[in-house]
């Protein structure tokens, strides 16, 4: 048996068709149902749903053979040495810094004023800002970071943004880039000794499967 572990939301809307291109279509509607273990179209390959942040630990301690999960994740968590030999390029979209339209991002980091940043990317923020040489006090949130400078909470937030709309329905504007983010495939070293030939293959289906969605 290969488990997969997913996680509902965007990242497993864009996987569904990647996994079914390759031969493993996911039988019930995660979103509906409550079941959080899936049959696929594929005996010996089933799904379990869980938190995009718990996907690493799963496929890390053999809860699950293979994952799929964002390289935000990989990178704020650790990417726990788990062989990453796809990217997906689904779940597109980048990490950004905002602020309050009408706050002065550029002149503050240029007059060198401590800047306040909410933001539950705790590592990939301290890592930005001291690669700029930019002052600032870090907040630690874990949702809703958009309303962190509507209150007066932080100057400016780091925070996934997609399409850009979460940003302009609050009045904040996107000022930097920190970096791009997309979906990666994730597998467990020890499975992939274990299980090679069922899992070399699947990752092959899956590579094929992302080449031909870019055609
Ligand atoms: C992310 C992010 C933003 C939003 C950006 O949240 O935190 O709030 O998407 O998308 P947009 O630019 O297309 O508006 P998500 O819905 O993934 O949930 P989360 O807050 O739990 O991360």
Redesign the pocket.
């Known amino acids: 048996m290969i488990t997969v572990a997913l996680s509902k939301?965007?990242s497993l809307d864009e996987t569904r068709p990647l996994l079914k291109a390759a031969g493993v279509g996911v039988l019930e509607d995660a979103e509906s149902s409550r079941k959080l273990m899936l049959g696929t179209t594929q005996p010996g390959v089933r799904v379990v749903l869980v938190r995009t942040s718990d996907v690493p630990t799963y496929v890390q301690y053999g809860g699950a053979d293979l994952g799929v999960v964002g390289r935000d994740i990989l990178l704020e968590y650790g990417d726990q040495g788990l062989y990453q030999p796809l990217d997906l390029r689904v779940g597109v979209?980048r990490l950004s810094v905002a602020v309050r339209a009408g706050f002065d991002y550029a002149t503050a980091v240029k007059q060198g004023s401590r800047i306040r940043v909410a933001t539950k990317y705790m590592q990939c923020a301290r890592d930005h800002f001291a690669n700029k040489g930019v002052h600032v006090d870090l907040i630690k949130l874990y949702?809703?970071?958009?309303l962190a400078p509507l209150t007066g909470l932080a100057d400016a937030i780091v925070?996934?943004?997609?399409?850009?709309?979460?940003?302009k329905a609050n009045d904040l504007v996107e000022v930097e880039e920190i970096m791009q983010i997309s979906s990666r495939l994730v597998v467990n070293r020890a499975a992939l000794k274990v299980k090679r030939e069922p899992l070399r293959a699947l990752i092959a289906a899956l590579e094929r499967a992302v080449a031909d969605s870019e055609n």
């Open positions: 939301g965007r979209c949702g809703s970071m958009e925070d996934l943004v997609s399409t850009g709309n979460t940003l």
